[in-house]
């Protein structure tokens, strides 16, 4: 951050004229801010941290656990080939893992091409709509539209038009994914406060310059919060898209341990979804603090 | 007579069915300092903005010298609220203006370095500005406006959020820096102290609509100085001003 020696002189030499009025206060330090920056080595977490980190994970461990005792519970009673038990769909996903492992990489690229394909036409859609109101009137009943269609209903359409293979998944993925990302972008970009885009005009900025240093960090708390229900949305979409017409993945994997009767397998694939669903989110949220650094600070 | 830097005639301007400000007039020539006082909600801020270029009046024009005013970034200018970036640190923050210009961050960091141990910042470059106070938010504020390189500078309420020592400090830099550079100032203020200090007249608005209610030429010597503030002179301008605001 530091500039380097020989710089210009500055405009204003000011620093003697003020040099006896005591307004330069002594230098606060405060910790945290700087230090941050010394690239010093981080301190283990202190005992209070770590206890407030396990009083903040307890609460959704109990809630899960309470889950799983439930299903047991229910589970309990039942034939396996109605509702199995969480021990029986482990053991079902530890044995049939020669299978589950490749169908995990098929569904992982379909959702994150899909994602990437959304991202691209999205991002580009959003700033259009932001910078041009009229564009945005025109289009939003349509983006809306789009999030309304059934991806049941339209992935065998897709599977129709574009064959078994990737395409028509990554194409039901985009599709799930789009809508959040494009629409939550617009918002933050096009509902920059009228007080900062004054104080850049007054700036001198140009265009281009406004776009860059103040509509697109601005809106950054909004892209993630689309970006958060998007990835929700993509793991679930791709397997859809391979239920109705797919050759491999976990969509596949569940549609054949139904006809197998597995039920436990299905179970298992839903499992795995739900896990990778969760991982993804969990990207994304870490993804988001990496992006606004700022956010920890208050 | 010096030439006029900035010229406000005959302005108005409407918000819906809300008369902001009315058949305002006013000049400002080179090198002068004016501030502008009147009641809270009375068109003060929406005055500055017309003047700063960012709000097109409905009635009357804007001369800058002597040219209607068709765009904003003529002029420096410091808003009411601080408006700082979160995202950047209070260096970024600061070299906002000269970046913008095509200044390299790098050189216009080393400048800003410089003023930072006057307005109270120093050590807190590399905070984020919600780590900051309101006093050194609205600080940081005045030296982005300052940093822009303007000789001719609205401020909106400059030293609102400060506490009274800071305040009477960074009166005396604008005061000090004016003289040193022949700044030409139009100060928003709430503080008739202030404004006699820092002004050479004192344009009294009304109540909503804002429109001129009292001109008072403050007859103080220049440059202004601490000593200034104990002086019996000071505390009659000040009763004038406060004479014009109806509370004597
Ligand atoms: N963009 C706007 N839209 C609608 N009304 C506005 C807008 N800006 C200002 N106003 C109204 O115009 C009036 C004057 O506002 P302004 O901010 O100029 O007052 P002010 O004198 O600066 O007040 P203060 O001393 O409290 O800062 C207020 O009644 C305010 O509600
Ligand atoms: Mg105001």
Redesign the pocket.
């Known amino acids: 951050m530091s500039g380097p020696p020989g710089t210009p002189h500055p405009p204003f030499g000011v620093a003697f004229v003020f040099s006896g009025t005591g307004l330069g206060q002594a230098p606060l330090r405060m910790p945290g801010a700087n230090d941050r920056c010394t690239g010093a080595i981080a301190m283990p977490p202190s005992p209070s941290a770590r206890r407030a980190a396990v009083s903040a994970a307890l609460p959704p461990v109990i809630a899960v656990l309470a889950l799983v005792a439930l299903w047991s519970l229910l589970a309990a009673g039942q034939p396996p080939i109605v509702l199995p038990g969480p021990v029986r769909v482990l053991q079902a996903a530890i044995a049939s893992w020669s299978s589950l492992r490749p169908a995990i990489a098929v569904t992982l690229l379909e959702t994150a091409l899909g994602l990437a394909l959304a991202l691209a036409l999205a991002v580009p859609l959003a700033m259009a709509l932001a910078g041009l109101p009229p564009l945005r009137r025109a289009l939003q009943p349509l983006l809306v539209a789009s999030q309304t269609v059934q991806v049941l209903a339209v992935a065998p359409l897709l599977v129709m038009w574009f064959g078994f293979g990737l395409t028509p998944k990554v194409l039901v993925v985009a599709l799930a994914c789009f809508f959040p990302l494009a629409i939550s972008l617009a918002d933050g970009l096009a509902g920059v406060d009228?007080a900062y885009l004054d104080l850049f005009a007054s700036l001198g900025a140009r265009p281009p310059q406004t776009w860059r240093l103040l509509r697109l960090p601005a809106a950054l708390p909004a892209f993630f919060s689309g970006l958060k229900i998007a990835v929700t949305y993509g793991i679930v979409s791709a397997t859809i898209g391979e239920w109705v017409g797919g050759s491999q993945g976990l969509g596949l994997y569940m549609l054949r341990s139904r006809n197998a009767l597995r039920i436990d397998q299905v179970f298992a694939g839903m499992l795995v979804t739900t896990l990778l669903s969760m991982a993804l989110y969990g990207a994304a949220v870490a993804a988001e603090r990496r992006a606004m650094p700022w956010r920890r600070a208050s | 007579m010096t030439p006029s830097r900035l010229r406000l005639e005959g302005v108005g301007k409407s918000?819906?069915d809300?008369t902001?400000?009315q058949d305002l007039s006013l000049e400002l020539a080179v090198g002068e300092s004016l501030a502008l006082l009147?009641?809270?909600?009375?068109?003060?801020?929406?005055?500055?903005?017309i003047a700063a270029g960012l709000l097109a009046p409905d009635a009357g024009r804007v001369l800058l010298d002597g040219e209607p005013l068709t765009a904003a970034g003529k002029l420096g200018f410091m808003p009411?609220r601080d408006l700082l970036l979160p995202w950047r640190r209070l260096i970024d923050n600061l070299i906002l203006g000269p970046e913008l210009q095509g200044v390299p961050p790098a050189a216009a960091r080393e400048q800003a370095r410089e003023l930072l141990p006057l307005f109270g910042l120093a050590g807190f470059e590399d905070a984020w500005p919600a780590q900051l106070s309101g006093g050194m938010r609205q600080r940081a504020a005045l030296l982005r406006t300052v940093l822009a390189g303007h000789d001719t500078l609205l401020l909106?309420?400059p030293f609102g959020a400060l506490d009274a020592l800071t305040r009477l400090g960074l009166q005396d830099w604008l005061a000090a820096m004016r003289e040193r550079f022949g700044w030409t100032l139009l100060t928003?203020t709430?503080s008739p102290e202030e404004a006699v200090y820092l002004a050479d007249r004192v344009l009294v608005?009304s109540p909503?609509p804002?429109r001129p209610a009292a001109r008072i030429d403050i007859d103080l010597p220049r440059p202004r100085v601490p000593a200034l503030r104990a002086d019996p002179a000071f505390g009659q301008q000040v009763g004038r001003v406060l004479t014009a605001l109806g509370l004597t």
């Open positions: 009228r | 918000f819906g809300l902001a400000v009147g009641p809270s909600g009375c068109g003060k801020s929406t005055v500055l903005a009411q909106d309420e928003v709430h608005l909503r804002a």
